[in-house]
């Protein structure tokens, strides 16, 4: 792996490597993707706000918050609410993790063009098809 990756870690920390690799995992999980993506346009959310997004549990979202906080995707920070006069944490997507899921959704954007473009082109040649089939050619 050392040397596949020299190149790019010319001058940098070999850790940075492992940073980079853990924030995909983080990325690959469906809730933590979904959480992003819901985190993508707000200035933070709490867990109960997630969990009514979502329809998952706070105690599951509280693990994969915790993973996408550690994979620095995620800030959190406290925050009391003045009629409960209680404290609660809220989340928002931080600039690591708009850019991948910005990325993620340009992607899937293109690929559903492009299934559709080619859905629509195969739909066009199969009634050219049944058009000449019908007119006997």
């Given at each position: 792996?050392?040397?596949?990756?020299?190149?790019?870690?010319e001058e940098s920390d070999p850790h940075e490597l492992v940073d980079f690799t853990d924030r995909f995992k983080a990325l690959a999980h469906p809730l933590r993707f979904?959480?992003?993506y819901g985190l993508r346009n707000v200035d933070g959310m709490s867990v109960k706000e997630l969990s009514d997004l979502t329809g998952r549990s706070?105690?599951?979202l509280h693990t994969h918050l915790d993973q996408l906080v550690e994979a620095n995707l995620v800030t959190n920070w406290k925050q009391t609410d003045p009629d409960k006069h209680q404290t609660y944490s809220r989340y928002a997507i931080s600039?690591?993790?708009?850019?991948?899921?910005?990325?993620?959704?340009?992607s899937i954007s293109h690929q559903k063009d492009a299934f559709e473009d080619i859905s629509e082109s195969n739909s066009r040649v199969a009634v050219r098809f049944?058009?000449?089939f019908s007119a006997g050619e």
């Open positions: 792996i050392a040397d596949v990756t020299a190149e790019m870690l979904a959480i992003l706070r105690n599951v600039g690591l993790g708009a850019r991948p899921i910005d990325l993620a959704v340009e049944l058009v000449g």
